[in-house]
């Protein structure tokens, strides 16, 4: 089992950053990948950004040049770092460990951004 506890929401108007964290205990070795996914009211979870455990990365094309995900394996843990933020990014942001065929979620981290 993996847990995952997310941190670093929250209310910031539009143009700001938010960094949030991810942290990871458990069964954490052999992790293929971490990201977040967002899913705002009335729409689909989607994937935001990933990184995989060989370092690649992949972000959705809506927040290209706005957000990187980063990872300390020092700490187990993973980052967003969420920059120039939009009132669309406004959704719940969930962390995710991809491990063995298993994915596990954490619990949600609520973002909102003011116009």
């Known amino acids: 089992q993996v847990q995952l506890v997310e941190s670093g929401g929250g209310l910031v108007q539009a143009g700001g950053s938010l960094r949030l964290s991810c942290a990871a205990s458990?069964?954490?070795?052999?992790?293929?990948?971490m990201g977040w996914y967002r899913q705002a009211p009335g729409k689909q979870r989607e994937l935001v950004a990933s990184?995989?455990?060989?370092?690649?990365?992949y972000y959705v094309d809506s927040v290209k040049g706005r957000f990187t995900i980063s990872r300390d394996n020092a700490k187990n843990t993973v980052y967003l770092q969420m920059n120039s933020l939009k009132p669309e990014d406004t959704a719940v942001y969930y962390c995710n460990a991809f491990r063995r065929s298993v994915n596990y979620w954490g619990q949600g981290t609520q973002v909102t951004v003011s116009s």
């Open positions: 458990g069964s954490i070795s052999s992790i293929n990948g």
């Open positions: 990184t995989t455990s060989g370092g690649n990365t």
